[in-house]
């Protein structure tokens, strides 16, 4: 018995280890913990169970946040893309999420919509980003709008979003925020603007709030930035099992489209993971994967459940010896580096065949004695 394959193992210590790694990197800011995409794939309602000692968490979308309250959550909720309709206006209200305006409609709909009682609220301002949020020139303005429609105690936040953040080399990181810093400091509102790679790359751009989300996780947003170079620990390990051995002649042709060819006699294993279960498609030939804790590459395409090995380094591999395709023990930047995408595309791309587990359960332990 092999047991489900693949699994996605959850380290629950290690997200509250990287939330302190926030804390340390940002001392003086609140934290806004970035949960949305179902908590970039580590499961909404786990991740904001495990984070409860973050200031805030935040979604992208109303119904992200509505799904929390129905489990319970009790915690501040963001909803960084603010709400679209009545309907949605009136749901956020009721279950009291803090609502991003970004554009003219949103402050008409608060406007025009009777609600029992005014929601806390960001204007998201555009800074440089080109993507949501209010001008500059017009910022002022639609701030004075978004406090008098929601009027509180709380002034409304001020929110912004940083667009290369994560290359250190890039002035136009500066340049957003000797834009965005005087329009902040008229309107005296708290401040967001850090994404992990502000939080870890910009301090001046800490502010009052970080919304770190990545870095949680326990990858780095840097390119070619590495988990561990900041002292964040992987969130997600995702494990499966070789399920054949093989040998092959000199010349064979190795899976769809024969694209690897064997340059001599060799030992290919076969993995039960494949792009049905997120495994990036384009991981090109090379791409590492560990066999009971070695290193081995990948050999031609992925397919939709399996991918093949090269097991010349492993001579000793065992249809059943554990694999792991990105976490514990291999980087998953690197992973991302070999299929041309990014660590955030891996984690939130896990397919609901994969089965996700948490470390602490006996599942896990059982699985590493190959039960
Ligand atoms: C997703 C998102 C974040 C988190 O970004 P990371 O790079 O994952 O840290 C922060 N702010 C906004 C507006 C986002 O959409």
């Given at each position: 018995m092999l047991g489900q394959i693949p699994q996605a193992v959850i380290n629950l210590d290690a997200l509250r280890h990287n939330l302190a790694c926030v804390r340390t990197a940002a001392p003086r800011s609140r934290v806004m913990a970035v949960i949305k995409a179902n908590g970039y794939g580590h499961g909404l309602l786990r991740v904001a169970t495990a984070l409860r000692d973050a200031d805030a968490l935040a979604v992208a979308r109303v119904g992200e946040g509505v799904q929390l309250r129905d489990a319970g959550s009790r915690m501040r909720i963001v909803v960084l893309e603010g709400c679209f309709d009545e309907r949605e206006l009136v749901e956020a209200v009721g279950r009291n999420l803090d609502l991003v305006f970004h554009q003219p409609d949103q402050l008409r709909l608060l406007q025009l919509v009777r609600v029992p009682h005014a929601p806390r609220c960001w204007l998201k301002v555009d800074s440089g980003m080109h993507r949501l949020g209010f001008d500059l020139d017009a910022a002022a303005d639609a701030y004075a709008a978004l406090a008098h429609a929601a009027p509180g105690e709380r002034q409304p936040g001020l929110m912004t979003h940083l667009a290369?953040?994560?290359?250190?080399?890039?002035p136009y990181t500066r340049e957003q925020l000797a834009s965005f810093g005087p329009l902040a400091k008229r309107l005296g509102a708290a401040v967001s603007i850090s994404n992990s790679a502000g939080v870890l790359g910009w301090p001046e751009a800490h502010g009052d709030w970080v919304r770190p989300g990545l870095m949680l996780y326990g990858a780095s947003p840097f390119a070619g930035g590495r988990a561990a170079g900041h002292g964040l620990r992987p969130v997600m390990t995702l494990r499966s099992r070789l399920i054949a051995v093989n040998r092959y002649r000199q010349g064979d042709r190795i899976g769809y489209g024969g694209t690897y060819v064997c340059p001599e006699a060799m030992p290919v294993g076969v993995v039960a993971v494949g792009y049905g279960d997120g495994y990036p498609r384009h991981a090109r030939s090379g791409t590492p994967v560990l066999i009971a804790g070695r290193r081995a590459a990948l050999v031609g395409r992925v397919s939709m459940d399996m991918i093949s090995v090269d097991l010349r380094g492993l001579p000793g591999a065992r249809v059943g010896d554990p694999v792991v395709l990105w976490g514990e023990g291999l980087p998953i930047e690197e992973i991302a580096e070999w299929a041309d995408t990014i660590p955030y595309q891996l984690t939130c791309g896990i397919t609901p065949r994969v089965a996700v587990v948490e470390a602490a359960s006996g599942a896990v332990a059982s699985w590493e004695g190959g039960g």
């Open positions: 290369n953040a994560d290359d250190l080399a890039d």
